[in-house]
T-cell receptor
Framework: EDKVVQSPLSLVVHEGDTVTLNCSYE??????LLWYKQEKKAPTFLFML????IEKKSGRLSSILDKKELSSILNITATQTGDSAIYLC?????????????FGTGTLLAVQP | NAGVTQTPKFQVLKTGQSMTLQCAQD?????MSWYRQDPGMGLRLIHY???????DQGEVPNGYNVSRSTTEDFPLRLLSAAPSQTSVYFC??????????????FGEGSRLTVL
């Protein structure tokens, strides 16, 4: 059964800290991995990763995929209280299950002032 | 830019009642889907559609019906609500019916409580 596992489940840090969130996947014929940030309402898109070893960056956030280890990390440097959210990782398979984007349970990040 | 619009945002039902969650998108997306989000379970796919007139089941379809009569609309029907259907429901869409890349655009969610 295809699955995506995220760790840790929750994390509390102080402003200015750097955090690393983990995502591992077991997906038949893996195609791509996505990261989302969810505050109070809808998940908002952060990154899509398809190639191993190529870092994607947006401001203080960055992410990289490791196809050998079937995993991805999301790094947030110099955290701010506005980074507090649930971070979701999701994977696309290829083939018959193409349309079933598989989500992990998320990591709840709390950034304290 | 409306994007994906869901209504209602909140609803309380009694066991056995039926209701419809509405979803509309104005981005001309081929693909639309419904997820439910429960604590500790993440987002789970209920039903999806790759175009008008075409729907298919996701991971947790029991107790829900969908239809897709237009590109824009994808309503989710609860036939006889049960307390196990208490959840937050998200509608999401993307371009490309059979793409395995590309972000999903989410609505703001509908919080449903079944008593």
């Amino acid at each position: 059964e295809d699955k995506v596992v995220q760790s840790p489940l929750s994390l509390v840090v102080h402003e200015g800290d750097t955090v690393t969130l983990n995502c591992s996947y077991e997906v038949t014929n893996f195609r791509s991995l996505l990261w989302y940030k969810q505050e109070k309402k809808a998940p908002t898109f952060l990154f899509m990763l398809t190639s191993s070893g190529i870092e994607k960056k947006s401001g203080r956030l960055s992410s990289i995929l490791d196809k050998k280890e079937l995993s991805s990390i999301l790094n947030i440097t110099a955290t701010q209280t506005g980074d507090s959210a649930i971070y979701l990782c999701a994977a696309y398979p290829v083939g018959g299950a193409t349309n079933k984007l598989i989500f992990g349970t998320g990591t709840l990040l709390a950034v304290q002032p | 830019n409306a994007g994906v619009t869901q209504t209602p945002k909140f609803q309380v039902l009694k066991t056995g009642q039926s209701m419809t969650l509405q979803c509309a998108q104005d981005m001309n997306h081929e693909y639309m889907s419904w997820y439910r989000q429960d604590p500790g379970m993440g987002l789970r796919l209920i039903h999806y559609s790759v175009g008008a007139g075409i729907t298919d089941q996701g991971e947790v379809p029991n107790g829900y019906n969908v239809s897709r009569s237009t590109t824009e609309d994808f309503p989710l029907r609860l036939l006889s609500a049960a307390p196990s259907q208490t959840s937050v429901y998200f509608c999401a869409s993307r371009t490309g019916a059979f793409a395995n890349t590309g972000e999903l655009f989410f609505g703001e969610g509908s919080r449903l409580t079944v008593l």
